[in-house]
């Protein structure tokens, strides 16, 4: 079933961020764009890569209005243990979710029921609480966060204009689309 244009269900949990132990909450998404990053575990391979990845785009994405948010099925405290002894995740300034009641993982269907670890999904979530987007790879397949930015500029221009669509590959300052009749079967 498809998240897109659903609002986030409500949730508790405690995160990790610049070395404090956070309430985080369904409403914490909300007044700003929100990245979701789901990863199976701390202390694993791919996911270091990419959360790296994330914080080196993070004040880009700042810049553009959107906070962003990580969560595994690990605690809190893992999180934490995690930040403090890996040179990758010590960088990290963005909140790491803690999951361990896996309600999360499940609110978004990323769980992985066999495994009790999430999925790799990312979810671009406006600031009224509602997903836009939603992307979700295999255990093995890292994500790029150049490419997300691009997907929320794209977000955000559809938001900001309304009656106009982003094309594939559309950058910003490049043509969108206006559907109309004129469109159909001439694209």
């Not at 690990?74 to 963005?94: A, L, P, Q, R």
């Not at 609110?107 to 992985?112: A, E, K």
């Amino acid at each position: 079933m498809s998240l897109i244009g659903k609002e986030v269900q409500p949730f508790q949990a405690k995160a990790f961020k610049n070395g404090d132990f956070i309430d985080v909450s369904e409403e914490s998404f909300k007044g700003q764009w929100s990245v979701v990053c789901f990863y199976p575990a701390d202390f694993s391979f791919v996911c270091p890569t990419e959360l790296e990845d994330l914080q080196n785009n993070y004040e880009t994405l700042k810049e553009m209005g959107v906070e962003v948010f990580s969560v595994s099925t690990d605690t809190h405290f893992v999180h934490k243990g995690w930040h403090d002894s890996s040179e990758k995740i010590n960088k990290i300034e963005y909140a790491m979710i803690g999951d361990p009641s896996q309600t999360l993982s499940r609110n978004f269907d990323v769980l992985n029921e066999e495994e009790g670890l999430a999925d790799r999904g990312t979810f671009i979530i406006d600031p009224d609480g509602v997903i836009q987007a939603v992307e979700i790879n295999a255990g093995g397949i890292g994500r790029d966060a150049d490419t997300l930015v691009n997907k929320i500029k794209a977000a955000q221009y559809v938001r900001n204009n309304p009656g106009e669509v982003c094309p594939a590959k559309w950058e910003e300052g490049t043509e969108t689309l206006t559907p109309s009749l004129d469109l159909v079967g001439k694209i």
